[in-house]
DNA sequence: AAAATAAGTGCAACCGATGCACTTTTGAAA
DNA sequence: TTTCAAAAGTGCATCGGTTGCACTTATTTT
């Protein structure tokens, strides 16, 4: 009764207690992971350190993958943001490319918690597969801003298929020592045929 | 005993049982799989018609997808020889997209068990991620394909992202009504940009 | 105050998969 | 032939992820 202030948003105690207890769940899950490795910590672990029941984790989470990726949507939008608010005359396909680069530019000492977070994906198989399926949600709108960009129809294949090439580019770039080497002479490739495909080629 | 023939190849009594059950289980599997759906038929429900154990199952299949592709073996080596042996001055990409392109045109009345098997994969995400996967894991060989015929070295990365980007090119046109132009579509792409790569740049 | 809503609980179960100890078959050596 | 070791197969128990169901709370609405 005496709580007066602390309602800024229009959040009820409901939604508040709802948004406590998943993150909770969260933290949790990712203090297990990082201390243990992915594979090595149980869900039942995880609902225990929460305090919750499995089932309660379940409703929150849709897997255990996504216990890890919880803020995977921020990552999404600021992707496609990199691409709309590209430094003018940037080609799309350089703007990908300097994000991808960039995503693996995250200095151990500098942000440590970042790179812990990295290296637990990076050695997780099944992180890999989540993360990079995610990854690939993006392609439509991706393609839909090619699109735009290049006064192409929306639904044009060849926009879909150079969001869907980009996207791939990091992981065709895994096995190389070099992967900032190998990132760029992927999307070389993609940047060359994209300018043939939308400057000349199209009537001889 | 009066069993006289019947060993004209050097296998054993042994080496044919275990042929013939590893092939019961798969077509018990697919079977069972054709009829009532991928997800809706259980592991022990296999191994019971086949009359063999889940642990015997397991032995001869590494997981439950792998009775579904019991043959994908055999396909990555034909998709490879298709490369190799492709017509004299075809390119590789062109090789491929034709390759790509005769695979998802098969014809149901002519052959309904292959049509039927692929409608059953193609209605399956598990079976998609599964065979997708088999078939980047040519992606390594097809790059030292690609390398040895361009006279690149054989670990240069535009070599690895061209054929990982190949292999990838049906996904890229999942999303569209007309797949096949829009896988057509995706390997022009990457024919334009490879031959800017290959022609160009090499030594000004 | 009561009813409607939604969070959370507890439990049992299913499914894919694995480990272990055990029996049977089979190939070949003794 | 007898014997022995490897390999195939079995049975069972168990694990971890996941879901369904019935049930108790807490909060919101009427």
Sequence with gaps: MTETGAAPAPLGRRE?????????????????????????????????????????????????????????????????????????????????REHALRYRQINPDDEPEAAAFLDLVGRTPALLDYQHAAWLENT?????????DSGLPADDPACTALAHFALEAPRAARHHQDRAEAITRAFDLLEQGWQSITSGTHKP
């Design 16 to 96: 508040r207690k709802k948004a406590a207890t998943r993150q909770a769940i969260a933290d949790a899950a990712l203090d297990l992971f990082l201390e243990r490795g992915y594979d090595d910590v149980s869900i039942r672990e995880i609902a225990d350190a929460a305090d919750v029941s499995t089932t309660t984790l379940f409703k929150h989470f849709s897997g255990k993958e996504a216990l890890v990726f919880d803020r995977q949507d921020e990552m999404k939008a600021h992707q496609l943001a990199v691409v709309r608010e590209r430094p003018r005359g940037q080609s799309i396909p350089v703007a990908l």
């Design 140 to 148: 439509t709108a991706l393609a839909r801003i090619i699109a735009e």
